[in-house]
């Protein structure tokens, strides 16, 4: 079993909707998750922390669920902009170490 | 805030030659960075981990004698990739921990290796 596993989609969505990312993650102890998101062939960009009571920026609500290990990510009123690849990370313990990232959910707005 | 940058972008290469990729932190000090390869479609899988001043952490199954790492000052790390075959194409990606308060791990822009 992978440690982090996300859908790769791709998800296809029209302007407008609501779209919903989920990614499991296996270790019990991780202590701090994050959505990244990443263009194509470009570097991944922090999108936001993923906060234990649950956290919102703008457009995007990201939730965390410790007792089924699971993080999500809303995205509300798409826009084309939006199209990327999402990926979660999580960091397995505490402190400043390395993220293991999930490969993925593809996110197509179209017009 | 914090940036970290790398290069080159590309970079194309023979068989059996050398690369070396940089990494540098722009506007603060990084005693760890921390070096992923994505291969198409795939997750970033991690590397190694550069520590400044000592010997670089790999995981397993990367070998450590193909892909030297060096962290000789606080705001650089090399990778080289020595003897390089068509499998080791793939995009190399850098990152390290902002300063203490931000809590974001930040990205280079990544290098794009192909191997002819």
């Known amino acids: 079993r992978k440690e982090v596993e996300q859908d790769p989609g791709p998800f296809n969505v029209p302007e407008g909707a609501t779209v919903a990312f989920n990614c499991t993650y296996s270790n019990s102890a991780s202590q701090s998750f994050f959505w990244y998101r990443q263009d194509c062939r470009k570097e991944p960009k922090l999108l936001m922390s993923?906060?234990?009571s649950g956290n919102e920026d703008g457009r995007f609500t990201a939730q965390l669920n410790r007792a089924s290990q699971y993080i999500s990510l809303l995205i509300r009123d798409s826009k084309l902009s939006d199209s990327a690849t999402y990926l979660c990370?999580?960091?397995?313990?505490?402190?400043?170490?390395?993220?293991?990232f999930g490969s993925g959910t593809r996110l197509q707005v179209q017009p | 805030g914090a940036v970290v940058s790398q290069h080159p972008s590309r970079v194309i290469c023979k068989s059996g030659t050398s690369v070396k990729i940089e990494c540098r932190s722009l506007d603060f000090q990084a005693t760890t960075m921390f070096w992923y390869r994505q291969f198409p479609k795939q997750s970033l899988m991690l590397m190694a981990t550069s520590n400044e001043g000592s010997k670089a952490t790999y995981e397993q199954g990367v070998e450590k004698d193909k892909f030297l790492i060096n962290h000789a000052s606080l705001t650089l790390s090399t990778l080289t990739v020595t003897s390089a075959h068509p499998e080791d194409s793939s995009f190399y990606i850098c990152?390290?921990?902002?300063?203490?308060?931000?809590?974001?791990?930040?990205f280079g822009e990544g290098s794009r290796l192909t191997v002819l």
């Open positions: 990370a999580v960091n397995k313990g505490a402190g400043r170490r390395a993220l293991t």
């Open positions: 990152s390290a921990w902002g300063l203490e308060n931000t809590g974001e791990l930040f």
């Open positions: 993923v906060y234990s």
